[in-house]
């Protein structure tokens, strides 16, 4: 049997992905010495503030369609089995974002790992995408990946900054 999801389980699974970014870029910001090195840390926690707001807003105008389960499931696996792989793969819940930074990166070093947490984020809402049926809000998951998209582009700029003033 193939794995099916739903828009509203997707969606869950976005918030929590964009929760566990807030807590990456606080931490980071915390061990920046640079003051604007820090606000662009916590602006961008502030973003992940926003996009997770977007996906519970969209969770919520979301049809009936589209929050039917796609398989039988009385154990809620797909849900955990969501969970699971956004802890596992984008902003690791089970592991401190504290554990991810030394406290020694520079902005660089951080924005870096930003960039490939964003692209994590971009592969997961597309594999997802793949596996959610049009009558189930597939449009929806694909605008979730543009909206990663957009902070990978973001994010970029910010690196050639900080590269460019190095």
Do not use: C
């Not at 970014?21 to 926690?45: I, P, T, V």
């Not at 969501?82 to 020694?104: M, V, Y």
């Not at 924005?111 to 959610?132: C, R």
């Not at 449009?139 to 979730?144: A, F, G, N, P, Y």
């Amino acid at each position: 049997m193939s794995l099916t999801f739903n828009a509203e389980e997707i969606y869950e699974t976005a918030a929590l992905i964009e929760r566990n970014g807030q807590a990456f870029y606080r931490k980071a910001a915390e061990f920046q010495q640079d003051e604007a090195g820090s606000k662009l840390l916590l602006g961008l926690a502030e973003m992940e503030v926003q996009h997770e707001q977007l996906f519970l807003d969209l969770l919520k105008a979301l049809p009936e369609k589209a929050r039917q389960p796609q398989i039988w499931e009385p154990e809620g696996e797909l849900d955990m089995y969501l969970k699971a792989l956004a802890d596992s793969h984008i902003f690791n819940t089970r592991q401190s974002p504290a554990d991810l930074l030394t406290g020694q990166e520079s902005l660089e070093d951080i924005l870096v790992k930003a960039i490939q947490f964003e692209k994590d984020s971009v592969l997961f809402y597309n594999g997802l995408a793949d596996m959610t049926p049009d009558r189930s809000g597939k449009d929806k998951v694909e605008q979730l990946a543009k909206e990663e998209m957009h902070h990978v582009n973001m994010l970029s700029s910010h690196l050639a900054a900080v590269r460019r003033a190095n």
